[in-house]
């Protein structure tokens, strides 16, 4: 069983460019979240998919972040027009329908904007 | 809502030395807590949680961790450190609530095992 499987695990942006953020569950998980782990800071989190819906976004900049689940693939975390201040490291998570502290982690994806 | 601290953002011991990473917690609900280990470019690995059942929880690795309300603290022990414990580790807080998928970490602590 394969774990939570993100991609690219770097990504190097220039500003103003739009970043693509892959995230792949465990087989059988229908939860993902999405985490940033900014430098010297915990990850914080930004949004919770269920398939095809958003469930809680609280944590999601208001501009230029977006981010699905459709009912086939992987979720996307998509970012517009980035910016410097966008160099972190995501995080993608998944848990089983029944319990959210199952959640199991991938090895996240690294952007970095030059 | 929840934040976490973790003292010490970094914490050097021997082989075969007492590892304690300390981590304290505040919640306005009753927690769930959680340590996790990161492995150097390795996503996030769970190594215990509390979750309203035994307040001394064993994890994976021979990590334990203690449950204390009236502290509000959830400190990593291992009795004897080995050099494979060498990483990040972040402790996390949900609510017991409606959100407790949302998970809320401290900064982490950088463990440094020496020979």
């Known amino acids: 069983n394969a774990g939570v499987m993100q991609n690219p695990r770097h990504l190097v942006r220039r500003r103003g460019q739009e970043a693509r953020l892959r995230c792949s569950p465990m087989?059988?998980?229908?939860?993902v979240y999405w985490y940033r782990q900014l430098p010297e800071e915990g990850l914080k989190f930004m949004v919770y998919?269920?398939?095809?819906?958003?469930?809680?976004e609280s944590g999601m900049p208001k501009e230029r972040f977006s981010a699905e689940f459709p009912k086939e693939g992987p979720s996307i975390l998509r970012i517009q027009q980035v910016v410097r201040g966008d160099s972190a490291a995501y995080f993608c998570?998944?848990?089983?329908?029944?319990?959210?502290?199952?959640?199991?982690f991938g090895q996240g994806t690294r952007l970095t904007v030059v | 809502a929840q934040s976490v601290t973790q003292l010490g953002s970094h914490v050097s011991v021997s082989e075969g030395a007492l590892v304690l990473l300390r981590c304290n917690y505040s919640?306005?609900?009753?927690?769930?807590l959680f340590w996790y280990v990161q492995y150097p470019n390795q996503g996030l690995q769970l190594l215990l949680k509390?979750?309203?059942?035994?307040?001394l929880v064993k994890g994976i690795n021979g990590f334990e961790a203690e449950f204390k309300k009236s502290e509000t603290s959830f400190h990593l022990t291992k009795p004897s450190a080995h050099m494979s414990d060498a990483a990040e580790y972040f402790c996390?807080?949900?609510?017991?609530?409606?959100?407790?998928?949302?998970?809320?970490f401290g900064k982490g602590t950088l463990l440094t095992v020496n020979p």
């Open positions: 998570a998944s848990s089983p329908e029944d319990s959210y502290t199952e959640a199991f």
């Open positions: 087989k059988g998980h229908s939860h």
């Open positions: 998919l269920q398939k095809e819906n958003i469930i809680d």
């Open positions: 919640s306005s609900v009753p927690p769930y």
């Open positions: 509390y979750t309203s059942a035994a307040t």
């Open positions: 996390a807080v949900s609510d017991g609530g409606g959100s407790n998928y949302k998970l809320t």
